[in-house]
């Protein structure tokens, strides 16, 4: 009786020892375990869709934990991996059809992946309405991104504008290191003519988003 | 029992086409539906049922759940999900309500793993999974009192800051983490209010109000379900049910939230 009462105690002061040791691990420790689980974690109908869990350089520098603020060399670097990313329509053409882009604008569907499925449809909506108020009186658009209405009376159709709006639809990391905003044609998530669609759809004096 | 879930649901469309009519009727309708939600919650329901489930002897070993230890002791359920995630000895792991009611649902009843983790998320408009109902009623057992999970063993500590890099995770085809919805205040996708939860507040409502109705989706869901909807909007693969990737972000966000009040079922759109 007494033996065994020693020995618990001895076993609750090594747990207590333990408990009091027990301590944050250091960031490469914790990097290493949580990436481990997201390797085993995750499943999918084709193997090749759990590449999308696997970070590019540009998504590692961008994930900053709380305050930690990106160097001026990484948000550098960002802009420069973006900068390499676009690329153009074949035709050249950087202003298409704003109806289409109306359309992939209020469009938030695509490539999700349910109960084994993979949601593969004609095309990926554009998710613009997710996040950001369109045309004037819209009610149902979100708030994480700034305001689109009138986006095109602010800052009219010239070439130098539609390429600068075609560039930050396609890699918004180039003009914002690591906003929040998707990196929509450089993911693959919107083809380059589903990007001029937008463009057009921010810029025509005709569509929704410039009436007053 | 389907013939009675049959006429829950019947009385649950009834409500909710009520509310619909009051709803475009008013000036403020986004503020009135919240309020009538909050105040009627059908959620309420799924309680009675979580407790059957939970007292039935089911399964192959044809064992209640009496037996299953929360963390408080055997068949202690007072208080026990205030403390989740936490870590248990006997699985050497760290451990959601959810991967916990597993464990013991597989051990002392004798289920099937894989048969459970199917059917853990139910259909929408379906009459709930076993799983739901029993996350729901084990947590009602903590209603009133405040989360208080602690970090003490190492696995927690590990746990806890694999959660805080997973919440700063970006990837994908949106180069999205959980911190770009959920990082600022008063932000929505479209009307959907998105909650913020690098701040205090706002993490104590998350770790409250799970598991809720989800009027959506006429059924109850839990933490597990509401994680990997968002990977799903998130175009990542499909979470698994009960993962560490799940545990680390929930117990990321449970000791954050610290000090809040449990009141479940939870209403959500």
Same mark, same amino acid.
């Given at each position: 009786? $007494? %033996?065994?009462?020693?020995? +618990?105690?001895?076993?609750?002061? @090594? /747990?207590?020892?333990? #408990? =009091?040791?027990?301590?944050?691990?250091?960031?490469?420790?914790?990097?290493?375990?949580?990436?481990?689980?997201?390797?085993?974690?995750?499943?999918?109908?084709?193997?090749?869709?759990?590449?999308?869990?696997?970070?590019?350089?540009?998504?590692?520098?961008?994930?900053?934990?709380?305050?930690?603020?990106?160097?001026?060399?990484?948000?550098?670097?960002?802009?420069?991996?973006?900068?390499?990313?676009?690329?153009?329509?074949?035709? $050249? %053409?950087?202003?298409?059809? +704003?109806?289409?882009?109306?359309? @992939? /604008?209020?469009?938030? #569907? =695509?490539?999700?992946?349910?109960?084994?499925?993979?949601?593969?449809?004609?095309?990926?909506?554009?998710?613009?309405?997710?996040?950001?108020?369109?045309?004037?009186?819209?009610?149902?658009?979100?708030?994480?991104?700034?305001?689109?209405?009138?986006?095109?009376?602010?800052?009219?159709?010239?070439?130098?504008?539609?390429?600068?709006?075609?560039?930050?639809?396609?890699?918004?990391?180039?003009?914002?290191?690591?906003?929040?905003?998707?990196?929509?044609?450089?993911?693959?998530?919107?083809?380059?003519?589903?990007?001029?669609?937008?463009?057009?759809?921010?810029?025509?004096?005709?569509?929704?988003?410039?009436?007053? | 029992?389907?013939?009675?879930?049959?006429?829950?649901?019947?009385?649950?469309?009834?409500?909710?086409?009520?509310?619909?009519?009051?709803?475009?009727?008013?000036?403020?309708?986004?503020?009135?539906?919240?309020?009538?939600?909050?105040?009627?919650?059908?959620?309420?329901?799924?309680?009675?049922?979580?407790?059957?489930?939970?007292?039935?002897?089911?399964?192959?070993?044809?064992?209640?759940?009496?037996?299953?230890?929360?963390?408080?002791?055997?068949?202690?359920?007072?208080?026990?999900?205030?403390?989740?995630?936490?870590?248990?000895?006997?699985?050497?792991?760290?451990?959601?309500?959810?991967?916990?009611?597993?464990?013991?649902?597989?051990?002392?009843?004798?289920?099937?793993?894989?048969?459970?983790?199917?059917?853990?998320?139910?259909?929408?408009?379906?009459?709930?999974?076993?799983?739901?109902?029993?996350?729901?009623?084990?947590?009602?057992?903590?209603?009133?009192?405040?989360?208080?999970?602690?970090?003490?063993?190492?696995?927690?500590?590990?746990?806890?800051?694999?959660?805080?890099?997973?919440?700063?995770?970006?990837?994908?085809?949106?180069?999205?983490?959980?911190?770009?919805?959920?990082?600022?205040?008063?932000?929505?996708?479209?009307?959907?209010?998105?909650?913020?939860?690098?701040?205090?507040?706002?993490?104590?409502?998350?770790?409250?109000?799970?598991?809720?109705?989800?009027?959506?989706?006429?059924?109850?869901?839990?933490?597990?379900?509401?994680?990997?909807?968002?990977?799903?909007?998130?175009?990542?693969?499909?979470?698994?049910?009960?993962?560490?990737?799940?545990?680390?972000?929930?117990?990321?966000?449970?000791?954050?939230?610290?000090?809040?009040?449990?009141?479940?079922?939870?209403?959500?759109?």
């Amino acid at each position: 009786m $007494g %033996k065994a009462c020693l020995k +618990w105690t001895m076993l609750g002061s @090594l /747990a207590l020892v333990f #408990a =009091g040791c027990a301590t944050y691990p250091d960031p490469a420790t914790t990097r290493q375990t949580a990436e481990k689980m997201v390797s085993e974690d995750f499943s999918a109908p084709e193997p090749t869709l759990l590449k999308r869990l696997v970070q590019d350089k540009s998504q590692q520098i961008c994930s900053k934990i709380g305050d930690a603020k990106l160097t001026q060399e990484e948000a550098a670097e960002v802009v420069k991996l973006a900068r390499a990313s676009i690329q153009y329509p074949a035709s $050249g %053409k950087l202003v298409g059809d +704003w109806k289409a882009g109306d359309k @992939l /604008a209020h469009d938030g #569907a =695509g490539d999700r992946i349910q109960g084994g499925r993979l949601e593969k449809l004609k095309e990926n909506g554009g998710l613009c309405q997710n996040c950001h108020a369109l045309a004037p009186g819209e009610i149902n658009v979100g708030n994480v991104g700034p305001s689109l209405t009138g986006y095109g009376l602010q800052r009219g159709n010239s070439e130098a504008i539609a390429k600068l709006t075609y560039e930050r639809i396609y890699n918004a990391w180039a003009y914002s290191p690591c906003s929040n905003m998707p990196r929509l044609g450089a993911t693959r998530h919107l083809t380059p003519e589903q990007v001029t669609h937008m463009v057009a759809y921010l810029l025509d004096p005709q569509s929704p988003i410039n009436k007053r | 029992m389907p013939t009675t879930r049959g006429g829950i649901a019947a009385i649950l469309f009834a409500c909710l086409a009520a509310w619909g009519a009051a709803l475009a009727q008013s000036d403020d309708p986004l503020g009135v539906g919240r309020k009538m939600l909050a105040e009627d919650n059908p959620g309420e329901l799924w309680i009675e049922q979580g407790k059957t489930l939970f007292y039935q002897k089911r399964g192959p070993k044809n064992a209640s759940l009496e037996q299953c230890d929360f963390g408080m002791g055997p068949g202690k359920l007072d208080g026990a999900t205030a403390r989740l995630p936490r870590y248990f000895p006997d699985t050497d792991r760290v451990q959601d309500l959810e991967s916990r009611l597993l464990t013991c649902m597989v051990q002392l009843q004798g289920f099937n793993r894989d048969d459970i983790v199917k059917r853990a998320i139910s259909p929408g408009g379906s009459n709930g999974s076993d799983v739901e109902a029993l996350a729901l009623y084990i947590t009602s057992r903590s209603n009133g009192m405040k989360m208080n999970v602690s970090l003490s063993h190492q696995k927690e500590h590990e746990m806890f800051k694999a959660g805080e890099y997973l919440f700063f995770r970006r990837s994908g085809q949106t180069d999205f983490a959980c911190v770009q919805c959920h990082g600022e205040a008063n932000k929505r996708i479209r009307l959907q209010d998105l909650i913020h939860m690098t701040d205090k507040k706002g993490v104590q409502e998350v770790v409250s109000t799970w598991p809720a109705y989800r009027g959506a989706h006429f059924v109850v869901r839990t933490m597990q379900w509401r994680l990997y909807d968002c990977f799903w909007q998130m175009r990542l693969p499909e979470l698994k049910y009960a993962s560490d990737t799940s545990i680390a972000l929930t117990t990321y966000l449970h000791y954050q939230g610290n000090g809040a009040v449990i009141k479940v079922p939870g209403f959500k759109r």
